[in-house]
């Protein structure tokens, strides 16, 4: 079945050590966005790419960094994560067309936890 | 304000009951999302409408593009339909997200 996969499902850092998330696609999407959800709240986008072309929102802090080697392929690279960067972050991918609104198709998550 | 209001934020039901949800919005759309999400985190699309109404099994979602308004109805709701739903609007290729509304439904 086509779908989003993000690896791992949940994952333990510490304090100010680099931590990376994956996600995977098997849709063919040109577009692929991260999210943060803290307990409780709304997801909040990050950034995202429609194919190569990276779009950073305005309020993403600088220790939040994203490569995307591929059509399939996302990362999300938490530099120094701090305690508050504790969180679930989902990844999304849709179709991307001008003029055009698709569904967004969510991974499982990751869930973070920094120690 | 938010500019995504639901409500309620939390409701409780037995089951076999009709469960409605409402979204409110004050921007501008190409489209309105009804999204569920489990415990233990992942999101599934429900629907995506931009106009009137669409129904999937015992789902049905509607859209007043005037009164930027949207209701989530669910008939004969059940255990399984525990979860938060949540609303979220499609303005400028970006989501804005509702709160959402955690649905406990019990047998």
């Known amino acids: 079945d086509a779908m989003v996969i993000q690896n791992p499902r949940y994952q333990v850092t510490q304090f100010g050590k680099p931590v990376t998330l994956s996600c995977s696609q098997t849709l063919n999407h040109n577009v692929m966005y991260w999210y943060q959800q803290k307990s409780s709240q709304a997801p909040k986008l990050l950034f995202h790419?429609?194919?190569?072309?990276?779009?950073n929102e305005a309020d993403t802090p600088d220790n939040f960094q994203s490569r995307r080697p591929n059509t399939s392929f996302c990362f999300l690279d938490i530099r120094s994560p701090g305690l508050g960067d504790a969180a679930m972050y989902l990844c999304a991918t849709s179709r991307g067309e001008v003029d055009t609104t698709y569904e967004q198709y969510f991974g499982p998550g990751t869930r973070l936890t920094v120690t | 304000k938010n500019e995504v209001e639901q409500s309620p934020q939390n409701l409780t039901a037995q089951e076999g009951e009709f469960i409605t949800i409402n979204c409110s919005y004050s921007?501008?759309?190409?489209?309105l999302h009804w999204l569920q999400q489990h415990p233990g985190g992942g999101i599934v699309s429900l629907f995506m409408l931009s106009s009137g109404k669409k129904k999937h099994g015992r789902l049905i979602a509607t859209i007043n593009i005037q009164e930027k308004h949207s209701s989530l109805h669910i008939t004969a709701s059940h255990p399984r339909d525990s979860a938060v739903y949540i609303c979220a609007v499609d303005n400028t290729d970006k989501l804005i997200f509702g709160t959402g509304t955690r649905l406990q439904v019990f047998p």
């Open positions: 790419y429609y194919d190569k072309d990276f779009n």
């Open positions: 921007v501008g759309i190409s489209a």
